[in-house]
């Protein structure tokens, strides 16, 4: 017999392991100088081979120090102040005693008969973040697994609308209409790839999604925006949808929400707002105006595990209308039959794509109550501040290239030097730059693509990060760009053999 279960009989030994986890973290936490070891991939996957998982280790003490030479010693750690790369957030720790309430229950939240009051948590969470976004009386919403299930369940309601809408249709039943091909959805050339993905996955394909070119705040043009669609009726395309982006995920721009709403309401489309990013400002004492007209959406996607300092995952999506969510319900005899639902059962997976689903809402439950909602806000405009201030730090550097002032907590940049190096030059320079920080591990930065140049970006979303941190990073970058600067012309452009062998990834 399994004697491992989680239960009364096995508190004490759970209560066991659960200091000797505490003491790997703790001195885990206590030694970590850098956000990354530097290591490589064909370099770690080494410590894999050998490892056979049909040989148990038995022994959690074994176990842990397995855990912590394979994932702990090369892990990223997004707490480290110079981590700058991606839109991941150091914790609030309340929220993960709240992770391993909810672990160890092991709630599913998908029926009133599976998760009890988990139900009415995450309903609660719902509901407050719907008064925050003032969608009316009819909004409702669920969590998600992030915001790409989030816009896929965006573009999938609009779609249904709008089929029902200009034929009659019902794609859940009948499957797409012949003409499908008709239905365009309109979004910048700088929002997030996941409505490319949600457009091809519903069998639209990526041909049904029109870029619209942005201006010069990397906000949607609103004179593109309006051409694109004149000639899109003139085709005899269907507006589908227009989404707009409360944050993209390399510049933090912000698209003029009230304006585009106007023009969705004209034409007749699904207005989408992707506020993956920019949610948070919701919370904040001072920069809630910033998502003025995201009232006026259909419907709305917020990660929680950006900008409101949450775990992986916690993110939900938002509908002003209630009923939309009508086209992901099915009801199973088994689990969530008709009768439930008539009988009033809050059974939560009548409005999700998924069936099982973790209790996640408890993470920002338990942060809102220990930790306060004004104060997550205020971390928000903390990092907003800084990249405030990293602007202004970059911006005075004549051997750095800064291209927008930031909207959120986003820098976007490149190393110039002061040779007049060509924009080849330039990019390969820019990569080996992040390569060479990764490598060593000193720093995590990322990187992007404007007008087809190669360009660095900071993304800051921890508190702990200072302006010092970025003036040591900022000296990092223009030593290693004058190092491959001064090498490769020496080497008449010739590559970096041994220094671009050690980073030739990513």
């Known amino acids: 017999m399994l004697n491992s279960m989680f239960n009364k009989e096995n508190i004490d030994n759970f209560k066991i392991g659960l200091e000797q986890v505490m003491q790997l973290l703790e001195q885990t936490i206590a030694t970590q100088q850098k956000p990354f070891s530097g290591i490589l991939p064909q370099e770690l996957a080494k410590k894999f081979i050998g490892i056979d998982l049909n040989q148990p280790l038995f022994d959690i003490p074994d176990a842990l120090e397995e855990v912590a030479q394979l994932y702990l010693k090369d892990a990223v750690y997004f707490n480290n102040p110079r981590y700058l790369a991606h839109l991941n957030c150091p914790i609030v720790y309340q929220s993960i005693l709240a992770e391993l309430l909810a672990t160890s229950i092991n709630t599913a939240v998908e029926t009133w008969d599976q998760s009890g009051g988990a139900t009415f948590i995450e309903q609660s969470i719902v509901d407050w973040t719907l008064s925050k976004l003032a969608l009316g009386e009819l909004a409702d919403g669920v969590f998600t697994s992030g915001g790409t299930q989030s816009n896929l369940m965006a573009m999938l309601l609009a779609r249904d609308f709008q089929c029902q809408l200009y034929a009659g249709h019902t794609n859940k039943q009948q499957g797409l209409p012949h003409d499908f091909k008709r239905l365009k959805i309109f979004t910048s050339k700088v929002s997030h790839f996941s409505i490319q993905k949600a457009a091809a996955i ?41 989404v707009a982006t409360a944050g993209t995920t390399d510049f933090g721009s912000i698209d003029p929400l009230t304006q585009i709403a106007e023009i969705a ?27 003025a007209g995201i009232e006026c959406a259909d419907s709305v996607t917020i990660d929680y595990h950006k900008s409101f300092f ?40 009548n409005k999700s794509i998924q069936t099982t689903r973790r209790f996640d809402a408890l993470k920002l439950w338990f942060s809102l109550r220990t930790v306060g909602a004004q104060n997550l806000g205020v971390a928000f405009e903390q990092v907003m501040h800084l990249a405030r201030q990293g602007y202004l730090l970059l911006a005075s550097e004549a051997d750095i290239e800064i291209i927008h002032q930031p909207q959120l907590s986003t820098l976007v940049f490149r190393f110039v030097g002061d040779s007049g190096a060509t924009d080849s030059e330039l990019d390969a320079v820019n990569k080996y730059i992040r390569k060479q920080l990764s490598r060593q591990g000193e720093a995590l930065i990322a990187a992007t693509k404007v007008a087809d140049k190669q360009y660095l970006k900071f993304t800051l979303l921890n508190c702990a990060t200072t302006i010092n941190d970025i003036q040591q990073v900022v000296r990092l970058i223009k030593q290693y760009g004058y190092q491959y600067l001064a090498s ?19």
């Open 202 to 242: 519903l069998g639209l394909g990526y041909d049904a999604v029109v870029s619209v070119p942005c201006d010069e705040y990397f906000r949607m043009d609103m004179t593109a925006l309006n051409q694109a669609i004149e000639d899109c009726q003139q085709q005899g395309d269907i507006v589908m949808a227009i």
């Open 265 to 291: 309401k004209r034409c007749g489309a699904w207005l989408h707002v992707d506020a993956a990013y920019g949610g948070g400002l919701l919370i904040t004492p001072n920069n809630k105006h910033k998502l």
């Open 310 to 349: 949450q775990p992986v995952s916690c993110s939900a999506f938002f509908v002003k209308d209630k009923q939309h969510l009508s086209v992901v319900t099915y009801h199973a005899e088994y689990l969530n039959p008709l009768s439930q639902q008539q009988a009033g059962t809050p059974d939560l997976c």
């Open 488 to 506: 490769d012309l020496a080497n008449e452009h010739a590559p970096l053999s041994l220094a671009l062998e050690e980073v030739s990834y990513g």
